[in-house]
């Protein structure tokens, strides 16, 4: 399978007898020792930006070199079942033939709430299973419900559609994931909540950045802030919408190439975090001191600043109030940091303490697997073989 021969084996299969090493390097505009490199196994990883472009190069998803599932297991549910779900023809069919049954507003509130619960501990398989049972009923909830409880309904359907999305991008359904997040904008402009579709430009601009469209992203990120800019006292649900967009606008910009404008964007997100004060949860994600200081990690690690990213992280307390996937995922990038600083035990040591804290989402995430790949490349201990064959990432 694709996902268990690395980046390296990838580019060369799919380069096949079309390009030269040197001819795949041009017209991706990275250098032909990085393609040297990774195709004989001396690198297992690179910049996201540079694994962008050799993407784009050989004309296929980025998801594809990485290799990364495309499927989720099992017969009841699975991508297909998603993918199903948000392409419906309910408005092309005869009413009388439409057979899901409403659940009552409340109902549909609980339901998606939970399914947004299973997506930040990294319950993908169950999701799988769980999104196609639920967002047609939320969907006949959203018919089926008085003119007075239309927005509300719509809010619903909005969450609902924004989990699928969220949910195919860690299995590489791009195309499917960013249906699913317009229709969720859709639903939310119908809703009564004004800051539900502002929110929501976070997760497209975070698809964005799958994709490579970093400047796109940014741009996303910041016009949905500039719209919702605080001004005079203000609610913190608002404040944290707004940093929230602000700071990944920040991400963009690093992925992007542009540091002052990441760094001047973190400053910002770091200024809105300390009014608001605390870690705030609301429109399906967080935002609050700790948020910034993961995300500045984050920015750190893109720009290669190994060092910074780890002095960064010390300000993070161990408790901070985050979803077990963004403390996982923090994880990941102090473990590439001290891996690049050649401090492997500690490098080590961190994978290991992702995995523990999130085995589910890590199966499905491709930096811990490139992490165990580089680790496994100077030792095979018996732990980090068994730990690459759980995430299931190459084991020569």
Partial sequence: ???????????????????????????AAVSVDLIRKLEQGQRHTARISNLHKIARALDVPLVRLLGKHSALPGSDGGVMAIRRTITPVD?????????????????????????????????????????????????????????????????????VYQVAGDTLVHFGQQDGAF???????????????????????????????????SAESEGVARRAAGQIEPGGTVHDSQLAVYGLLTVTAATAAARNQKRDSANELLDVAGEVAHRLGYERTDHQTTFGPAKVSMLAVDVHVVQDNFVEALSAAKSLPRDAALPLASRARHLADVALSHLRLGHRQRATDAIFAME?????????????????NELLEHERPSRLRELAGRMGAGVD
Avoid at 181 to 195: C, V, W
Wanted: aromatic residues 6%; proline residues 4%; negative net charge.
């Fill in 91 to 159: 408005d092309l069919l005869d009413p009388n033939d439409l057979d899901d049954e409403p659940l009552s507003l409340a109902e549909a509130e609980r339901e998606v709430d939970y399914l947004w619960g299973q997506y930040w501990t990294g319950k993908y398989e169950e999701l799988g299973s769980l999104i196609p049972l639920t967002l047609p009923r939320v969907r006949a909830t959203h018919r089926a419900v008085a003119a007075n409880e239309r927005a509300r309904a719509a809010q619903a359907l909005a969450r």
């Fill in 356 to 372: 523990s804290l999130a085995p589910e989402w890590s199966k499905y995430q491709s930096l811990p697997k490139q992490i165990v």
């Fill in 179 to 213: 249906l699913a997040i317009r229709e969720a904008l859709t639903a939310a402009n119908n809703g009564e909540d004004e800051l539900l579709a502002s929110a929501m430009c976070v997760s497209v601009a975070w698809q964005l950045l799958v994709q490579g469209r």
């Fill in 1 to 27: 399978m694709s996902d268990q021969t690395g980046i390296g084996a990838n580019i060369k299969r799919l380069r096949g007898k079309l390009f030269t090493q040197r001819e795949l390097a041009d017209k």
